[in-house]
């Protein structure tokens, strides 16, 4: 998803969009596949070898469900609507609003605050540590890829200035 977001990014033209947008949307129906299958490899590892007491586990539940709400609710929403722009902008060079929601929030910081949260949940996992530092683990994953996120989100400047009318 992540080089999907950079190529959208980068891209100035419809036809240099489109296919990216393709390829996430395809890449974003995988995803509950692999959040189930992420529980039901832990679910089995707990049941075996844990119990289901221990705060890092139910920690890294509460990640799994955060990825679980966070790509449909926010993410899949806001790609609809950059597919939205893309249909209205239509062919040539991508106008404002497509390369606006191109950088849009929703899509950026789910993206890289998820991959904060999955890296909060490996630690834990490797670590076995404590229930506070487990959700320190998790929730700061969460912001440190929020915070990385938001420069990718700003328009150039030269987008954002308003539009200069040539004298005749």
Known sequence: MLVCLFQLRAAQTLAEAVPWGRVAGKTAKAFPVAILGLFGT???????????????????IAGLVVLALQGPLVAEHTAKK????????????????????????GLWIVDLSNLGVVLGVVWDMTQKAGTAS??????????????????????????????TETAS
């Open 134 to 163: 487990s959700i320190a683990a998790v929730v700061g994953g969460y912001l440190v890829g929020a915070a990385v996120a938001l420069p990718f989100t700003r328009l150039p400047a030269e987008e954002l200035a308003p539009a």
């Open 42 to 60: 832990g679910a089995y590892m707990t049941s075996d070898v844990w119990t289901w007491s221990t705060g890092w586990i139910d920690v890294s």
């Open 82 to 105: 950059l597919q939205g722009a893309l249909r209205e902008n239509g062919p040539g060079p991508l106008g404002r609003h497509a390369l606006r929601m191109a950088r849009h929030p």
